[in-house]
């Protein structure tokens, strides 16, 4: 299995408050993605990378920020976190097209 | 526009049933098909995937599905349920944009 990690696991924040998330992936991929997932929804993609510094946005990707620094990490910023951003998150990690996804983060915005 | 749909959002098969999982896509451009399970509380596993060649794919725990281009599906099978097959099964689809689509899901239940 690739490895990838996602911290912290589980979080509670407020409202208005700043929350980062990190996935790290010990592969070498190419490409890393953020996912939300919410009951009904399946997985939303909020943004994803193409490499060190390049970034796109996904369909939900309003009120988030990601960056990629480095080939192993990619971070998910809540800039102010509101409670429609209470979800599980998941990153996942690609070298072409078949994606390999991380344990998620349960984050709850009180 | 390039979409999946999985019909169905609960399935539930008595253990040795068949299990039949439906996935549809929208596309004209033959893509990549997979299929992914997630256990509870944790994250994605790939079960299968169809990127060329054979158009029955088989994967793990006995799974296997059918790339049908003329009816633009892919749809999971497995023989015979078992218990420990009670998960939340998706659909996804690589349409050459960097970019996996996933459908809604089917949980799918076991009934003893």
């Known amino acids: 299995d690739a490895g990838i990690t996602q911290s912290p696991r589980h979080k509670v924040t407020e409202t208005g408050t700043p929350v980062t998330l990190r996935c790290h992936q010990t592969?070498?991929?190419?490409?890393m993605y953020w996912y939300r997932q919410d009951p009904g929804h399946g997985l939303r993609l909020i943004h994803y990378?193409?490499?060190?510094?390049?970034?796109d946005k996904g369909e939900v990707s309003d009120g988030y920020s990601v960056s990629r620094s480095k080939t192993e990490d990619f971070l998910l910023t809540l800039e102010s976190a509101t409670s429609s951003q209470t979800s599980v998150y998941f990153c996942?990690?690609?070298?072409?097209?078949?994606?390999?996804f991380g344990p998620g983060t349960r984050l709850t915005v009180l | 526009a390039q979409s999946v749909t999985q019909l169905g959002s609960h399935v539930s098969v008595s253990e040795g049933a068949l299990v039949l999982l439906r996935c549809n896509y929208s596309?004209?451009?033959?893509?990549?098909l997979f299929w992914y399970v997630q256990y509870p509380n944790q994250g994605l596993q790939l079960l299968l995937k169809y990127t060329t060649g054979a158009t029955l794919v088989k994967g793990i725990n006995g799974f296997e599905a059918e790339f049908k281009k003329s009816e633009t599906s892919f749809h999971l099978t497995k023989p015979s349920a078992h218990m420990s097959d009670a998960a939340e099964y998706f659909c996804?689809?690589?349409?050459?944009?960097?970019?996996?689509?996933f459908g809604t899901g089917t949980r799918l239940t076991i009934i003893p």
């Open positions: 996804a689809v690589y349409f050459g944009n960097e970019k996996l689509t």
């Open positions: 592969e070498n991929h190419r490409y």
């Open positions: 990378s193409y490499g060190v510094k390049d970034t």
């Open positions: 996942a990690s690609a070298d072409y097209n078949e994606q390999f």
């Open positions: 596309s004209s451009v033959p893509p990549y």
